[in-house]
């Protein structure tokens, strides 16, 4: 039997082991001992069973968190929601229960977004983007260079200007930001059957490069010399593979995470733009809750973002790896080639005047947004 088959053969087994346990003991349940590796063990996942059982009757509040991503995603995109749903369980001292629904298996995106805020679930994981059609300012992070190294971002989004001015727009609409995820910047991949790295801007002129709806990405792409593509991300693949579009921008673990490594050739690391996310919770439910659980909660955040800001080189590190087995090789820039980018599509680039004074309000308030992203607070991050 090759390799491939008896990796298929031994993932059928597990996905068999899984919904029978799910029938079983429940989902939830089901989903840990998966996490665990355990679902060979059917002692082990009945020992995880009345584990959350347990959890569940003593818990006095139950907290359902969706996500877009399966769980053993965080080894190569560190999203980080079993470490979540632990320190959130203790953190409160066993009085929230918390109830994953990961995998999309609720939705994604902005789908979530609008559950979070309707109350159908208490918390979920989505794109700093979708909070963009509430509090229009934060989409100001798609400026390009203004917080595309890691640092710069969670320099933004830890800070006291932030914390004043973005966050209470987004509780006006019935969210409270849990705690922002660090990932890492959008690179410049290119597919298989490419000229070669992408070292410098010239070297995108007229590829044809698969872009998000977002209109400031597609401005930036233009300004660099691609000719943007919008396709839609469930498309995507099949558009790289066929060549209506030549290359591509996620981050390096978004790339692996969702099956990009055998089309690919080159990963070029320009640090433009960030790939963030952020869990966000339900603001009327989180009022609810007694001020020691709210505390609890807070300190979770606290602690799991953290968790994720050390994960974030280790899931970089892996997903190059398996994108390296598959032939994918990568570029980091030279400093001087690094500033080609900047010149060529940077924020300070008057080009982009139009959007800082509709998102930010005025030029005054978008340069204390670049002051705070250049600002070093109290948390360190890995840049790539």
């Known amino acids: ?5 008896l990796r298929a053969e031994i993932a059928s ?3 068999r082991n899984f919904m029978r346990h799910a029938a079983t003991g429940g989902f939830t349940a ?11 063990s059917a002692d082990a996942v009945a020992q995880t069973r009345r584990e959350e059982q347990e959890r569940r009757e003593a818990a006095e509040h139950t907290m359902t968190i969706a996500t877009a991503y399966v769980l053993g995603a965080s080894r190569s995109y560190p999203i980080m929601q079993l470490d979540f749903k632990e320190n959130i369980q203790n953190a409160t001292a066993g009085k929230v229960y918390v109830s994953l629904a990961p995998g999309g298996q609720l939705g994604a995106g902005g789908a979530l977004a609008q559950k979070v805020q309707g109350g159908t679930i208490q918390a979920a994981q989505h794109s700093l983007s979708n909070f963009a059609p509430f509090a229009p300012v934060v989409d100001l992070i798609n400026l390009p260079y203004l917080c595309g190294a890691n640092q710069r971002f969670v320099n933004l989004v830890t800070s006291d200007h932030w914390k004043t001015t973005v966050n209470p727009l987004v509780e006006a609409r019935g969210f409270k930001p849990l705690w922002y995820v660090v990932i890492d910047p959008r690179v ?3 597919r298989k059957g490419g000229a070669g790295p992408v070292k410098v801007p010239s070297d995108l002129d007229g590829v044809k490069f698969r872009v998000p709806g977002s209109q400031m990405l597609q401005q930036y792409y233009r300004m660099v010399g691609a000719n943007p593509t919008p396709v839609a991300w469930g498309e995507t693949p099949s558009a790289i593979k066929q060549g209506v579009a030549d290359a591509l921008d996620p981050s390096v673990g978004a790339l692996y995470v969702f099956g990009f490594k055998d089309i690919l050739s080159y990963v070029t690391f320009t640090q433009a733009v960030p790939d963030s996310q952020v869990y966000s919770c339900n603001l009327e439910w989180y009022n609810s809750l007694p001020v020691d659980v709210r505390e609890g909660i807070d300190f979770a955040s606290e602690i799991t973002f953290a968790q994720n800001l050390a994960k974030v080189p280790a899931a970089r590190s892996y997903a190059m790896a398996e994108l390296v087995k598959s032939g994918v090789a990568f570029y980091a820039p030279s400093e001087d080639e690094l500033a080609q980018w900047r010149e060529a599509g940077g924020y300070q680039r008057s080009e982009w005047d139009g959007y800082k004074t ?6 005054g308030a978008f340069e204390q947004m670049v002051e705070a992203a250049g600002t070093m607070g109290r948390h360190y991050v890995h840049d790539a």
């Open 1 to 5: 039997m090759t390799d491939d088959k």
């Open 13 to 15: 087994l597990e996905r």
């Open 30 to 40: 089901a989903v840990m001992a998966g996490a665990a590796g355990t679902l060979w």
């Open 188 to 190: 410049v991949a290119v």
């Open 358 to 363: 509709e998102l930010a309000g005025s030029m």
